[in-house]
């Protein structure tokens, strides 16, 4: 939905309410105005964007604190047991929302390590059997069975719900919704999907689901449950506010990447760096307090677990990769063998991210066309991936057991690094180790430092090929799926051949190398710097890997960012999102507001006939609405402030009319509340059709000072543009008002959204700008 206001010649059946630019009425009103400078500049970027695996309407958020009369009246009359109570609500959110992300984290870890163990137990135990096309088909058809079951709930049920959701949380932080994107039935696809995806076998990880998943159960205890479902808290009252939501779905982001690394600093860093688009030391109190209940959660079921209740779920879910048994030892040459591998891992990764661009763009041709093909597709995936993961072994020679792995090999159970595949006693299969197994499992090997030689690096490079294209092939696909996993088994596989090549020369261990190939290729995908380092630490627990993990992600990300954007910021733009940057473009510094400002804009006047307010909100979609104040009521006009569609439809529905035009906002003070006009749920709003207003009603008035914004942020016109588009993202706006530098005029030249800062929108009416300069 536009954020801004157009005119439109009004003529209603049964009432004189056409209105003529800057013209007025048969009783003397005003009429509609249009102060713009470009009159028939019209905004022409695109209002819907890609939400998962479903298109949909987008609009901005209302995270400015909205200051009219109401607002004000609701603050004095707050007492300072209501005030007490609003500041225990936050952190009893908090609370909850780390304790219930906590939860879901591990029943979801705890379903995958046991619908995967029985489905790895029963293809092994054919294949000791000897059963080869049986254990094919028994692995094949699990694999199969989920895939369809995670498709089909995407793609029939919350479609918002496929991909990593990282992007669109990414993008809600910034600013922008869009239908279902924090819903509870994508709450509900998401969990149960990312479970049936990740263990029917894909090259997907649940780390980036955990966190769509924790920012909505966020939203669902912010906003009081849910209406739709019979679920609601109605003492929530106080954050039924888009600026509260946003602080409440930044703690659920961060205690996804918690539950889903063992990582609760690394958490609270993650959503700082990658996720939020503003910050203060406050949030950050509550951020940490939300990730340290999940470390205490998690923990506590890790202990539970290890009496061998949770069946075939042990603590493998839970990843922790152990490197600390291989010596943290390194020379002068090793640096250099670092910095190879933050340029390897910079490059791959700048032509990973490329190529998911690719995919995802022609995914998304496929996926319009219906939730039938959305299924398909995922179940050719699958069998693609079974496939490979079944068939690629048989290129591997078997190679006998170590002898330090005396009793462990070959490997009995779902899980192992020595699995015997097709073997003969006492051999194994390096790369049936990693493909027959889980994500967590194959890492785990990979990171393991016992012995350099378990691995051939012929199953290295098999392997690290196989990763590499099977998770771009997957990512994109309609099932929940994120991309750290993906990107870390790349990432091990090369840096453990890098490790076995450079053997001879380097006193690091092959584990160790592995970690850093890790690191590199997600500095290279991702574009984090920090927090990747610190979840890497948390999830290895070796701090003595923290400078050569520091230098290998500032290497990787430097070379990487001479290519491409990273992989979120990327799929952000694809989806088509309106996200604003922290940063203005260079061609930003040669344009001022006005250049940009579309029109013509349609305003209000204080006083304002029902009739009109009607039928511009049935013919438009805009949400902001400039209220202007004008003789009789001043002595000249100038700009009142800015008016909400969703407050207009709310004062409409009060039907707090007069039939006088006068100024009669004391009585709407005193017959309405600010709760009143609080932002409903997710699609829970009033609409212009469920009004009913009569044509008598059509001719009265209503007194539009009581619910606008009377302190709006204002620019002069003349202001620079990268100035107003700082200004714009740093305070949070849905509109940014820009008003004229010399007197004499209309006192509102236009309205700036994000959409006017978008540079498909600045270069289409500059085309001869030049981006970069």
């Not at 949380?169 to 922008?176: P, R």
């Not at 670092?338 to 991210?353: D, H």
């Not at 029902?610 to 609405?625: E, R, Y």
């Not at 849905?734 to 540079?759: A, E, N, S, W, Y």
Request: hydrophobic content about 45%.
């Amino acid at each position: 939905m536009d954020d801004r206001s157009e005119n439109h010649d009004i003529d209603v059946e049964g009432g004189n309410y056409e209105r003529k630019i800057s013209g007025i009425l048969d009783d003397g009103s005003v009429g509609f105005q249009q102060p713009l400078l470009a009159r028939n500049r019209k905004n022409t970027t695109s209002q819907t964007a890609i939400v998962g695996a479903n298109t949909c309407p987008i609009e901005s958020l209302d995270y400015e604190i909205f200051e009219n009369d109401l607002f004000r009246q609701d603050w004095r009359s707050r007492k300072k047991i209501e005030i007490l109570q609003y500041t225990i609500l936050k952190w009893a959110l908090a609370f909850l929302i780390g304790l219930s992300t906590g939860l879901v984290g591990f029943l979801n870890n705890f379903a995958v390590e046991n619908i995967a163990g029985f489905k790895l137990l029963l293809t092994g135990n054919l294949m000791l059997k000897e059963k080869y096309f049986h254990s094919f088909f028994a692995f094949a058809g699990c694999n199969l069975i989920l895939a369809t079951a995670a498709a089909s709930l995407c793609a029939f049920i919350a479609p918002a719900a496929a991909g990593s959701g990282i992007p669109e949380v990414k993008a809600y932080l910034n600013g922008i919704d869009a239908y279902s994107i924090l819903a509870p039935r994508t709450l509900f696809v998401k969990i149960f999907g990312s479970i049936f995806g990740v263990a029917a076998g894909f090259v997907v990880g649940k780390e980036g689901p955990m966190v769509h998943t924790g920012a909505c159960i966020a939203n669902l205890l912010g906003q009081g449950g849910s209406r739709k479902y019979k679920f609601t808290w109605k003492w929530l009252r106080f954050f039924k506010n888009d600026r509260d939501r946003r602080d409440l779905i930044t703690c659920g982001a961060a205690a996804g990447v918690a539950v889903a690394f063992r990582a609760p600093v690394g958490g609270v860093l993650f959503a700082l760096e990658e996720a939020a688009s503003w910050w203060r030391s406050a949030l950050l109190w509550r951020t940490f307090f939300t990730t340290a209940v999940v470390a205490v959660v998690i923990r506590s079921f890790i202990e539970l677990c290890r009496s061998g209740r949770c069946g075939l779920f042990g603590k493998g879910g839970l990843i922790m990769f152990d490197v600390n048994s291989g010596p943290v030892l390194y020379s002068t040459p090793d640096f250099l063998a670092v910095v190879f591998l933050g340029i390897v891992g910079g490059v791959l990764g700048s032509l990973y991210n490329y190529l998911v661009d690719k995919v995802l763009r022609t995914y998304a041709l496929i996926n319009q066309r219906g939730p039938g093909f959305k299924v398909m597709l995922v179940m050719v995936v699958s069998i693609l991936s079974s496939c490979c993961a079944f068939g690629l072994p048989w290129l591997s020679h078997c190679a006998p057991c170590p002898i330090e792995a005396e009793g462990k090999c070959p490997s009995v159970g779902r899980a192992g690094i020595y699995k015997s595949f097709q073997c003969p006693p006492n051999h194994y299969n390096d790369l049936s180790s990693l493909l027959l197994n889980t994500n967590d499992n194959a890492i785990r090997s990979l990171f393991t430092s016992r012995s350099e030689n378990e691995f051939q690096i012929s199953t290295l490079a098999i392997f690290f090929v196989f990763v590499y294209f099977l998770g771009i092939i997957t990512y994109g696909i309609a099932i929940p799926s994120g991309l750290f996993i993906p990107v870390i088994l790349a990432g091990a596989s090369y840096g453990r051949l890098v490790g076995r090549l450079l053997g001879p020369v380097s006193q690091l261990d092959v584990g160790l190398f592995s970690l850093l190939g890790a690191a590199s290729f997600l500095g290279g995908t991702m574009r984090m710097t920090v927090s990747l380092c610190v979840i890497l630490l948390e999830l290895t627990d070796n701090l003595l890997m923290l400078p050569l993990m520091m230098l290998v992600l500032l290497i990787s990300k430097t070379v990487a960012d001479c290519f491409n954007k990273g992989v979120y910021d990327q799929i952000v733009i694809m989806k088509g999102m309106p996200y604003m940057e922290d940063h203005a473009e260079p061609y930003m510094r040669n344009l001022v507001a006005k250049d940009v400002v579309s029109g013509p804009l349609l305003s209000f006047s204080r006083v304002e006939k029902v009739g009109v307010i009607w039928q511009a909100l049935k013919m438009t979609s805009h949400n902001g609405f400039p209220v202007i104040d004008e003789p009789p009521f001043v002595e000249a006009s100038e700009l009142c402030g800015i008016a909400l569609r969703s407050h207009l439809l709310v004062l409409l529905q009060g039907k707090r009319f007069s039939n006088h035009r006068t100024t009669f906002g004391s009585q709407i003070l005193r017959s309405c509340k600010a709760r009143d006009f609080a932002k409903a749920g997710l699609g829970k709003g009033l609409k212009i059709e469920d009004l009913v207003i009569s044509d008598e009603e059509m001719e009265m008035y209503v007194d539009l000072h009581p619910i606008t914004n009377t302190s709006p942020y204002t620019v002069l016109e003349t202001l620079s543009l990268a100035k107003a588009a700082i200004l714009f993202r740093q305070l949070g706006l849905r509109h940014l008002c820009v008003v004229p530098k010399t007197q004499g005029r209309p006192p509102i030249v236009g309205i700036l959204t994000r959409h006017d800062f978008m540079p498909e929108h600045v270069l289409g009416l500059y085309p001869h700008i030049d981006p970069l300069k």
